[in-house]
């Protein structure tokens, strides 16, 4: 008896510490998530992981309280009593239409959870739910490569034509460089083309995610050098000499940057005071406001200096490189899976590294410039780990589609570039500086 009552008081003494520890253990984690909700950045921003995102007092507003008020289980049986419905209605004889219904509807259930779900990006405009369901984009589209790059190229290709019965045909040769005379017929032909709208739309969507007219201007000088240097393996970089410099850098190129660059400035000198809708008294005044909730709630100005540090450097140059490849991989995986470059599958494309690349840079940016920011964010790491896929893709499925050696006059030129860009870094960021400390110690 005397054990067993020994025991008892044993095990309620153990009861209550563990109480105690659970109760102190759980004062703890509210008082280190109080403290970290005032940091208005996500959790993957800094070691923290307890950071979360704070809702702004225009956010708290009653007015549109609603939509920023987490609704998980309403969304949940909103989508249930969807796919009900859908799996309800009469079936379908035709295979490939149940099928494609069947893939939409689940790209369509993996975006609902990834809105509820996934964490925030560092973009909160117009909601940050918006975000998620790009980054759920993103990762719907990187796990489709993965699969690709395990097919061949034949089977690729009759995917494609799974989708679109007109796919699946050999694309006709289109060169550009073959009536290079300034006249007005040839010009003419060129501003007409499909690809010259796509060159200022495109540019202006680069300017909005670069945010640096410099950096625009040598991305924009590149792709021309790489078309050059690309010409002997797809017909339609062989473009004329003034189509590259003045009716592609000169017109369209720097009309496309130098509106989003003004855009940018825009934002940036813009003032920002957001307001709820219960506190602005006039009807103008809430569809303003509403309007404006479509534009950032912050404007960070990007400052790459690239001849300052190494550091800065390296990250410019990798960007550089980033970009370029994702421009070309669009060519040559419309040259190789037989896709026309008007057809919507490529346009779609487009339009998601756009999406892709506005909160991927951004956290990019943040990981390369900011001292407190510890890992890359996961749209940066989904953006990257596409576009290596696809080039990954594109070595595979190229295999014996390019038999043209390249130049010599090519092979020349990026020997000496690449040489450049070894030597600069050198002499900028070690022997200069060595030079400045050893002459100031002479003096």
């Not at 994702?326 to 896709?339: D, S």
Request: charged letters at 15%.
């Amino acid at each position: 008896m005397a054990i067993s009552s020994q025991d008892n008081e044993d095990g309620s003494m153990h009861q209550r510490i563990t109480q105690k520890t659970r109760q102190a253990s759980s004062s703890s984690s509210f008082s280190i998530a109080s403290e970290s909700s005032i940091d208005d950045r996500p959790e993957w921003f800094t070691k923290d992981t307890s950071v979360q995102y704070q809702k702004t007092s225009a956010e708290q507003d009653p007015a549109v309280g609603f939509f920023y008020t987490p609704r998980t289980l309403t969304i949940l049986g909103g989508m249930l009593l969807l796919l009900v419905y859908v799996a309800m209605t009469p079936e379908v004889d035709d295979t490939k239409t149940n099928v494609k219904i069947g893939v939409l509807a689940s790209i369509g259930a993996f975006c609902v959870f990834g809105m509820l779900q996934f964490r925030d990006s560092l973009l909160l405009r117009p909601h940050p739910a918006l975000w998620r369901v790009v980054l759920s984009l993103g990762i719907v589209y990187q796990v489709f490569l993965v699969f690709l790059l395990f097919q061949n190229k034949h089977d690729a290709r009759s995917l494609f034509k799974y989708l679109d019965p007109t796919l699946g045909v050999p694309l006709p040769e289109k060169s550009y460089g073959d009536a290079c005379e300034l006249t007005y017929n040839n010009v003419v032909d060129q501003v007409f083309d499909e690809f010259v709208l796509a060159h200022a739309l495109g540019w202006f969507c680069k300017a909005l995610i670069l945010r640096d007219y410099t950096f625009c201007w040598i991305l924009s000088v590149m792709f021309e050098v790489m078309e050059y240097s690309l010409s002997h393996q797809l017909n339609n970089f062989d473009e004329c000499w003034w189509d590259h410099w003045i009716l592609d850098v000169l017109v369209c190129n720097w009309l496309g940057m130098y509106l989003g660059v003004k855009t940018c400035e825009y934002f940036e000198m813009k003032q920002y005071s957001w307001q709820g809708l219960a506190e602005i008294p006039t009807l103008k005044g809430k569809m303003k406001r509403s309007i404006q909730q479509f534009t950032p709630k912050s404007w960070t100005k990007f400052e790459w200096d690239s001849t300052k540090s190494f550091k800065s450097y390296c990250t410019v140059i990798f960007l550089l490189t980033m970009f370029l490849i994702c421009e070309l991989n669009a060519f040559y995986l419309k040259t190789l899976l037989w896709i026309p470059p008007a057809h919507p599958i490529n346009v779609l494309r487009i339009f998601f590294y756009f999406m892709f690349g506005i909160p991927g840079v951004r956290e990019a940016y943040q990981y390369f410039h900011d001292v407190n920011c510890k890992r890359i964010g996961p749209q940066a790491w989904l953006l990257i780990g596409s576009i290596a896929t696809e080039v990954l893709i594109i070595c595979k499925f190229g295999q014996g589609e390019f038999p043209n050696a390249a130049p010599q006059n090519v092979v020349y030129f990026w020997i000496v570039f690449l040489t450049l860009l070894t030597v600069y870094p050198i002499y900028q960021f070690y022997l200069l500086p060595k030079y400045r400390a050893n002459k100031q110690k002479t003096q």
